[in-house]
Structure formats: structure tokens, C-alpha cells
């Protein structure tokens, strides 16, 4: 399972069943995964999410299937389209 988030403006935007675009943070392949569920109530992400780390950033969890063919490590980074 991937877990990413979205932010508080993105969440109308990712809801259960979609398909999103999941890409490596090093550039690798890109591939198709579907959004399982999205967290109920907002929270405050992970600091490492927050690309300017210079302000607590809120959001969704959101929870994806890995796509077929897709190996991943437990922490590792992606880009996700949704």
C-alpha cells in the first residue's frame, strides 16, 4: 500500500475508487494506482511532505493500492498526480 496526502485544497479533488499517477521521486517509471480510501478528518502531515518545511501543513491520508509490476519500500518517496 502507498500512503500519500493530500493537502486541505486538494481534497475535493481524490476520492475512493480513483485512479491517480504514481512516479518515483528519482525519476523512475510512472504507473496507474487506485485511491482505497481517503482519511475522514483532516490532520497535520508529516513534516517531510512539506517541500518548504517552513510551516505545519494540514491535509488527507490517502490510501493506494501499489500498481501490478511495482515494487516499493516501506518510506519511500513518490510524486502523485491527482
Known sequence: MIVAYASEEQQ?????GQT???????GGRSA???????????QAL???T???GS???WGLAVRMRVP???????????RIGF
Open 12 to 16: 475535493d479533488d481524490v476520492t475512493p
Open 20 to 26: 491517480v499517477n504514481v512516479r518515483r521521486r528519482d
Open 32 to 42: 496507474q494506482a487506485v485511491v482505497l480510501s481517503v482519511a475522514p478528518a483532516v
Open 46 to 48: 508529516p513534516a517531510r
Open 50 to 52: 512539506d517541500p518548504y
Open 55 to 57: 510551516a505545519e501543513t
Open 68 to 78: 501490478d509490476g511495482m515494487e516499493v519500500r516501506p518510506g519511500e518517496s513518490f
